[in-house]
Antibody, heavy 122, light 107 residues
Framework: QVQLQESGPGLVKPSQTLSLTCTVSGGSISSGGYYWSWIRQHPGKGLEWIGYIYYSGSTYYNPSLKSRVTISVDTSKNQFSLKLSSVTAADTAVYYC??????????????WGQGTLVTVSS | SYELTQPPSVSVSPGQTARITCSGDALPKQYAYWYQQKPGQAPVLVIYKDSERPSGIPERFSGSSSGTTVTLTISGVQAEDEADYYCQSADSSGTEVFGGGTKLTVL
């Protein structure tokens, strides 16, 4: 059973870069067949998809965040990571990583990590 | 940008049927998915491809689609079903989008 766990600083200063890592257990990122996504949730608000990566390194980002987002993968550690640059208070959110199931014409997220709260504040 | 519209809240008594809708122009061409999120927890997939139920999800959860609206139906609602529910789909470019969420209150 695949499990995901986010890790990284819980506090980031404005204008700096937010960096998070998702460690996957119970399955190999390199086995293919799945994509790996980051999703965030502002406090008390809804969900926002950030982007995904495939084990080969191919990525796709939400156009609304594309200029500030980089998602990378380390197959040797079975991890994928998120970098969000030039953060402001508006980037304060719970950040989730999730397995992105893509089948022709279909795409859903299952399972999700437990989430990690990142606060942007000086 | 593409939007999925959900009612902010739905209330139902235990044992009754709850219906949560999600509307979007692309839904006739794209599948929809539903997630349940309880306070302090990560979302959990409850319906995929409009009406398929993952293993482990109770049979009282079902999904349907009609035109630009998809519906999550919870039959015989139980107190444990009280949660926020989010629909998800994609726009024509492949960007994943979530609805604003619906808070289900079990009276």
């Amino acid at each position: 059973q695949v499990q995901l766990q986010e890790s990284g600083p819980g506090l980031v200063k404005p204008s700096q870069t937010l960096s998070l890592t998702c460690t996957v257990s119970g399955g190999s990122i390199s086995s293919g067949g799945y994509y790996w996504s980051w999703i965030r949730q502002h406090p008390g608000k809804g969900l926002e998809w950030i982007g995904y990566i495939y084990y080969s390194g191919s990525t796709y980002y939400n156009p609304s965040l594309k200029s500030r987002v980089t998602i990378s993968v380390d197959t040797s550690k079975n991890q994928f990571s998120l970098k969000l640059s030039s953060v402001t208070a508006a980037d304060t959110a719970v950040y989730y990583c999730a397995r992105d199931v893509k089948i022709v014409g279909a795409n859903w997220f299952d399972p999700w990590g437990q989430g990690t709260l990142v606060t942007v504040s000086s | 940008s593409y939007e999925l519209t959900q009612p902010p809240s739905v209330s139902v008594s235990p044992g009754q049927t709850a219906r949560i809708t999600c509307s979007g122009d692309a839904l006739p061409k794209q599948y929809a998915y539903w997630y349940q999120q309880k306070p302090g927890q990560a979302p959990v997939l409850v319906i995929y491809k409009d009406s398929e139920r993952p293993s482990g999800i109770p049979e009282r959860f079902s999904g349907s689609s009609s035109g630009t609206t998809v519906t999550l139906t919870i039959s015989g609602v139980q107190a444990e079903d009280e949660a926020d529910y989010y629909c998800q789909s994609a726009d024509s470019s492949g960007t994943e989008v979530f609805g604003g969420g619906t808070k289900l209150t079990v009276l």
